[in-house]
């Protein structure tokens, strides 16, 4: 799989297009608007791509990087400024399918705070 510099861009602002919307939908729908407990972050690592790598350099200057277990990560891709994890972990996880629709190995973490 490779994809340009300008290919994943695309693909990481229709990641976080799909995680703003998730999330939105979650704290509308699921919480009724209310920013409740618990907080925490969320986030979305991309797996199985070496940063000297063709592909990792483009990730590299897409903008993407790499976390201390090297995978690549994106932190609250919905960049919905709420305290929930719960609604922060929604958007991680769309951003994850949407990597996922384009071959990527990639997972939604969180942790509380």
Not at 56 to 73: C, L, P, S, V, W
Not at 89 to 98: F, I, L, S
């Amino acid at each position: 799989m490779e994809y340009t510099i300008n290919e994943i861009k695309d693909i990481v602002a229709k990641a976080k297009t799909a995680a703003n919307k998730a999330s939105r939908e979650y704290l509308d729908v699921t919480l009724k608007g209310e920013d409740n407990y618990p907080c925490g972050f969320a986030w979305v690592n991309i797996h199985g791509v070496k940063g000297n790598t063709k592909l990792g350099r483009n990730m590299k200057a897409a903008g993407i990087e790499q976390d201390y277990t090297k995978a690549f990560q994106i932190w609250n891709p919905s960049n919905v400024n709420v305290q929930n994890v719960d609604v922060k972990e929604a958007g991680a996880q769309a951003a994850a399918d949407v990597f996922e629709a384009f071959g990527f190995k990639a997972y939604a973490g969180s942790r509380l705070d």
